[in-house]
């Protein structure tokens, strides 16, 4: 069945098309801003002393969005699993609290440093040197995504 075109109701067949595209675009933008509205520097991991099964990851967040951002999390092919760490001190006992996420507020800055926030990196495949570079994803609340490549050092 060949359909006519009438001039005068042409347009309004993909208006709702075009306002749906319009909408889509517009959502992707935000959530892709979540991972790029981030500063990523002062990334690093700790090498570890031979035999050690556990490394430590180090980076600094800085968001420039007006709204927070939530990292829930970080994965790499070289490690089975990576956990997010907080160090506390309470009576001089040290103690390794895990976080399930880490906000970064709106125009903030967050620094996983020796001593406090840190990533936890346990058994990498192969051993990893001073030398070596890592690929990091790292998994926002929004699906959003961050990949960066981090130097070993060593301490």
């Given at each position: 069945m060949?359909?006519?075109?009438n001039?005068?109701?042409?347009?309004?067949?993909?208006?709702?098309?075009?306002?749906?595209?319009s909408?889509?675009?517009?959502?992707?933008?935000?959530?892709?801003?979540?991972?790029?509205?981030?500063?990523?520097?002062?990334?690093?991991?700790?090498?570890?002393?031979?035999?050690?099964?556990?490394?430590?990851?180090?980076?600094?967040?800085?968001?420039?969005?007006?709204?927070?951002v939530?990292?829930?999390?970080?994965?790499?092919?070289?490690?089975?699993?990576?956990?997010?760490h907080?160090?506390?001190?309470?009576?001089?006992m040290?103690?390794?609290?895990?976080?399930?996420?880490?906000?970064?507020?709106?125009?903030?800055?967050?620094?996983?440093?020796?001593g406090?926030?840190?990533?936890?990196?346990?058994?990498?495949?192969?051993?990893?040197?001073?030398?070596?570079?890592?690929?990091?994803?790292?998994l926002?609340?929004?699906?959003?995504?961050?990949?960066?490549?981090?130097?070993?050092?060593?301490?």
């Amino acid at each position: 069945m060949k359909r006519e075109l009438n001039p005068a109701t042409a347009g309004r067949e993909s208006a709702p098309g075009k306002w749906m595209l319009s909408v889509c675009l517009a959502l992707w933008a935000v959530m892709a801003s979540a991972a790029d509205s981030l500063e990523i520097d002062h990334a690093w991991i700790r090498e570890a002393p031979p035999g050690a099964p556990m490394m430590a990851g180090y980076l600094c967040l800085e968001n420039n969005a007006d709204a927070p951002v939530t990292l829930v999390g970080v994965e790499s092919p070289q490690f089975e699993f990576i956990m997010m760490h907080r160090t506390e001190t309470v009576k001089g006992m040290a103690r390794m609290l895990h976080q399930d996420k880490v906000v970064i507020a709106a125009g903030k800055r967050v620094c996983f440093e020796p001593g406090g926030l840190h990533l936890m990196m346990p058994a990498p495949e192969p051993r990893l040197v001073a030398g070596d570079r890592v690929e990091l994803d790292l998994l926002f609340e929004d699906e959003s995504r961050r990949r960066i490549t981090v130097p070993v050092k060593a301490p």
